[in-house]
């Protein structure tokens, strides 16, 4: 069974910075895109970015691109999303999930709820 | 960069169908046969409904059907069901200026009456 397991809610302050994890099992890790949705609160979903955990070949959203930083360590079957200097518009949910291809979102994660206030 | 669009809700009754359309350009629906449809409940984790435009993951009800013409998507929900009731968004690959990346739509908001 495919499973992506995400990391717990983070509580953070503007400036900080995060890193939050997507962990996968019950597939060929390597082989599969893993993607990173944000939905930020009562709104709708924006794809931000996919990485190939076998070569590291990433993709980015005009959006996303420099605001945040995808990542895998495939010995570890962990997909990661990091943020150096958070901004309190960075507020949302953020989910992971598999893809055969870049273009579907096949398995999803059970989302991370980031929040970011002073 | 602007999403697809899409209408911000519709509604039907039990039985009824509805379809939901998703308005994109030629960079993206226009160019390529790579829609897809999320289903989210309220509350939920998004869940794939169909790619490729038409093509039905498994154990997705074969109620749920897409097309696409021109720059236009479509989904279609045949025989309308209460537990139909969610928010669904679309979803293309989109190529511009050398950059590939695939982009949603706002979402529509499907009420069962």
């Known amino acids: 069974e495919v499973q992506l397991v995400q990391s717990g809610a983070e509580v953070k302050k503007p400036g900080e910075s995060l890193k939050i994890s997507c962990k996968g099992s019950?597939?060929?890790?390597?082989?599969?895109?893993i993607g990173w949705v944000r939905q930020m609160p009562g709104k709708g979903l924006e794809w931000m970015g996919i990485i190939y955990p076998g070569d590291s070949d990433t993709r980015y959203s005009p959006s996303f691109q420099g605001q945040v930083t995808i990542s895998a360590d495939k010995s570890i079957n962990t997909a990661y999303l990091q943020w150096s200097t958070l901004k309190a518009s960075d507020t949302a949910i953020y989910y992971c999930a598999t893809s055969r291809v870049v273009t579907e979102m096949d398995y999803w994660g059970q989302g991370t709820l980031v929040s970011v206030s002073s | 960069q602007s999403a697809l669009t899409q209408p911000a809700s519709v509604s039907g009754s039990p039985g009824q169908s509805i379809t939901i359309s998703c308005n994109g350009t030629?960079?993206?629906?226009?160019?390529?046969?790579?829609v897809s449809w999320y289903q989210q409940h309220p509350g939920k984790v998004p869940k794939l409904m169909l790619y490729d435009v038409s093509k039905r993951p498994s154990g997705v009800s074969i109620r749920f059907s897409g097309s696409k013409s021109g720059s236009t998507a479509s989904l279609t929900i045949s025989g309308l069901q209460a537990e139909d009731e969610a928010d669904y968004y679309c979803?293309?690959?989109?190529?511009?200026?050398?950059?590939?990346?695939?982009?949603f739509g706002g979402g529509t908001k499907l009420t069962v009456l």
């Open positions: 019950g597939y060929s890790f390597s082989t599969y895109w």
């Open positions: 979803s293309s690959y989109r190529s511009r200026s050398s950059t590939t990346y695939v982009l």
């Open positions: 030629s960079s993206d629906i226009g160019g390529y046969n790579y």
